[in-house]
């Protein structure tokens, strides 16, 4: 109950296709969602985080759809660029705790 | 705003001694931080977590007398990875959290090699 299944594992795109990283998770006390992305040899950067009173959340080019009803969430980046290869990771965080739950991750590649 | 540092950023020690890394946060105080595992082309462990002040609570199957925790202050913990193995190398990364949202702050990560 207390994962965060993230898929896929590894993702290859074209320059400015958009690429889909999706999650979901069992446990219904998860109220906030954040996604990261990581470079090689260096920390997590929050990119963007949802509550579960939303369906869906817009920060420049990086969009998260929330489905409550099915415990999925995922993130679309637009207009995809080379400089968005990275390892992205969603979490999960129960209220109270503060701790995270991070999925597996996803490494994406956008080719030129 | 919202910056953590951690020092060092890569460190090699032998296998038997021990290496403290610390985690700060620059900007602002951290009620608490938290201290994360990561494997090559893996997924954030949770180690620990770190309250001021207080016992670090460690996850289940972390071994609390190899990697002590102390939060001195609410801008600084320090993880000390005692009698470290070559089976304790990993990347080591904090994360520091305001308590007054739900976002953590990461650190930069810390290189730990054990020869």
């Known amino acids: 109950q207390q994962q965060v299944k993230q898929s896929p594992q590894s993702l290859i795109v074209q320059k400015g296709g958009i690429p889909i990283i999706n999650c979901a998770y069992e446990?219904?006390?998860?109220?906030?969602f954040p996604w990261y992305q990581q470079f090689p040899g260096k920390g997590p950067a929050l990119l963007i985080a949802i509550r579960p009173d939303v369906s869906e959340k817009k920060e420049g080019r990086f969009t998260i759809s929330f489905n409550k009803s099915a415990k999925q969430f995922s993130l679309h980046i637009m207009d995809s660029q080379p400089g968005d290869s990275a390892t992205y990771f969603c979490?999960?965080?129960?209220?109270?705790?503060?701790?995270?739950?991070f999925g597996t991750g996803t490494r994406l590649k956008v080719l030129a | 705003g919202a910056v953590v540092s951690q020092h060092p950023s890569w460190v090699i020690c032998k296998s038997g001694t021990s290496v403290k890394i610390e985690c700060r946060s620059l900007?602002?105080?951290?009620?608490?931080m938290f201290w994360y595992r990561q494997f090559p082309k893996q997924s954030l462990m949770l180690m620990a977590t770190?309250?001021?002040?207080?016992?670090?609570?460690?996850e289940q199957g972390v071994e609390k007398d190899k990697f002590l925790i102390n939060h001195a202050s609410l801008t600084l913990s320090t993880l000390t990875v005692t009698s470290a193995h070559p089976e304790d190398s990993s990347f080591y990364i904090c994360?520091?959290?305001?308590?007054?949202?739900?976002?953590?702050?990461f650190g930069p990560g810390t290189r730990l090699t054990v020869t």
């Open positions: 994360s520091a959290f305001t308590g007054t949202v739900y976002e953590q702050y």
């Open positions: 979490a999960a965080s129960k209220g109270g705790t503060y701790k995270y739950i």
């Open positions: 446990n219904t006390a998860f109220d906030y």
């Open positions: 900007d602002f105080q951290a009620t608490t």
């Open positions: 770190s309250n001021e002040g207080s016992k670090a609570t460690y």
